[in-house]
């Protein structure tokens, strides 16, 4: 690894003022944060303080990790580390080969009859939903609809869009003023019970999410020593070199609620779970009892933090989302833009900085378990960071130029051969790559 270069420097402004909304979000804001200080730049230029929003994400999570451990003295971070982890899933490599995943072609902004639109069609379901709506020619077809009509009939078709719109639009929005009116990030106690005092290595952490934000909260976790182990269904598999990144230090398996044997297994190991992540839609799991109120009354032991894209309220609380839709609807990605077409942010930073908040929310539940115990339940959404970057007030603008990776890659050994990823700033390096064995037991560690 890589030393950090020299010249510390105290914090910036968005950084501390992140910093104290996570302590307030957790309810810990008697805790006095311990000294952060930052070396060199992230890279990360653009019009929003978005090296704010990576350094304050990354370092909530290792103080919280630090609270919780007793370890002593302040958080050092280097900069390009983080600007790099923030790009992760562009450096994965399997054998030397480059494994790093795009966007699909249908993945972009579209030009409609009064402006813009971002489909998401990396997966099939929802390409299928898209030339559904729009037919093969989708450039042509596009520009024939109003970009909020062409929204809803995507997604009344099972698929993902979300219209370009301009912050003015968003706060207006029904979704805009249920996500302004909810903090960055939440924790309440979900049910009384016993103190607990639990260590972060071989914490058992049952990871139901997909994509970025949840995958990038777990494998924090598990960097930090936790046994990950995430359960995926078996009738929209991910893409096993996506896992790559993702998965670094977990196990995954594969395992169908729908079946009253899944259901079972799924209930012995919450029964031996510490902490359970969710990054499903709100009410997705419901119906195979994975409710948060649910798990709190069978499994009142549990901390239990979930993700979403809109949030927990709102009329699309169940709605799909990914980064690149919300940075669209927020307005994000007009103020990223120019005249002439939207843009985005350098990297899909509401992704892994609502990770890196969800893994400091589980950490901040478990020291409330030692203090005051009983099951705790803490919320999130990329819709809420979106919400913070918006308000968070500009700084000096970045280089914005790309950071070389090399010192901050580790390689990891795996069943397909040498893995290599970006090493997790700050925390421990991962001991092993992404478990994907078909053959994988839905169990926890001795």
Not at 161 to 181: C, D, F, L, S, Y
Not at 243 to 267: A, C, E, I, N, Q
């Amino acid at each position: 690894m890589a030393s950090p270069p020299d010249g510390a420097r105290d914090v910036s402004g968005s950084v501390h003022a992140l910093l104290t909304a996570v302590r307030g979000g957790t309810g810990r804001p008697d805790v006095a944060p311990a000294t952060v200080q930052v070396l060199g730049e992230t890279g990360l230029g653009g019009p929003f303080p978005v090296s704010g929003l990576a350094l304050g994400s990354v370092a909530a999570q290792l103080l919280a990790a630090n609270e919780l451990t007793g370890a002593c003295g302040g958080v050092h971070l280097d900069a390009r580390h983080v600007g790099v982890a923030f790009r992760s899933e562009r450096f994965v490599r399997l054998e030397g080969r480059s494994v790093g995943l795009g966007f699909a072609p249908l993945s972009r902004f579209w030009r409609t009859a009064d402006g813009w639109l971002r489909l998401h069609g990396n997966y099939p379901h929802h390409r299928d939903a898209v030339l559904g709506v729009l037919g093969e020619d989708v450039e042509r077809a596009a520009a024939t609809w109003r970009a909020e009509d062409l929204e809803a009939a995507v997604v009344d078709a099972g698929g993902a869009a979300a219209a370009v719109r301009t912050p003015e639009q968003w706060r207006a929005h029904p979704q805009g003023i249920a996500a302004a009116e909810l903090p960055l990030l939440s924790l309440r106690r979900s049910v009384d019970g016993p103190l607990r005092r639990r260590e972060l290595r071989g914490l058992r952490v049952l990871d139901l999410t997909r994509v970025i934000a949840g995958p990038v909260a777990t494998r924090t976790l598990a960097s930090h020593g936790a046994d990950v182990l995430r359960i995926d269904g078996p009738r929209i598999p991910e893409d096993p070199d996506a896992l790559l990144d993702t998965g670094s230090g977990k196990r995954h398996v594969t395992m169908d609620f729908t079946t009253p044997g899944g259901r079972r297994t799924v209930d012995a190991l919450l029964s031996g779970a510490d902490v359970v992540v969710q990054g499903y839609r709100p009410g997705a799991l419901d119906a195979f009892g994975l409710a948060p109120e649910a798990l709190a009354e069978r499994h009142p032991h549990l901390v239990v933090v979930r993700l979403s894209a809109w949030g927990s309220t709102g009329p699309w609380r169940g709605r799909r989302g990914f980064d690149s839709l919300v940075q669209a609807a927020t307005g994000i990605a007009l103020r990223a833009g120019s005249a002439q077409a939207p843009g985005t942010l350098p990297v899909q930073a509401l992704d892994h900085a609502t990770g890196h908040l969800a893994a400091a929310v589980v950490l901040g539940a478990l020291a409330r378990q030692r203090e005051e115990g009983g099951g705790w339940y803490g919320e999130l959404s990329l819709a809420q960071t979106a919400h913070w970057l918006l308000a968070a007030p500009a700084e000096p603008r970045d280089d914005g130029v790309e950071v070389d990776a090399t010192p901050y890659l580790q390689e990891l050994p795996s069943a397909r051969g040498t893995v290599g990823v970006v090493a997790p700033p700050g925390s421990p390096p991962w001991t092993a790559a992404a478990g994907l064995s078909p053959t994988a037991a839905p169990q926890w560690r001795s």
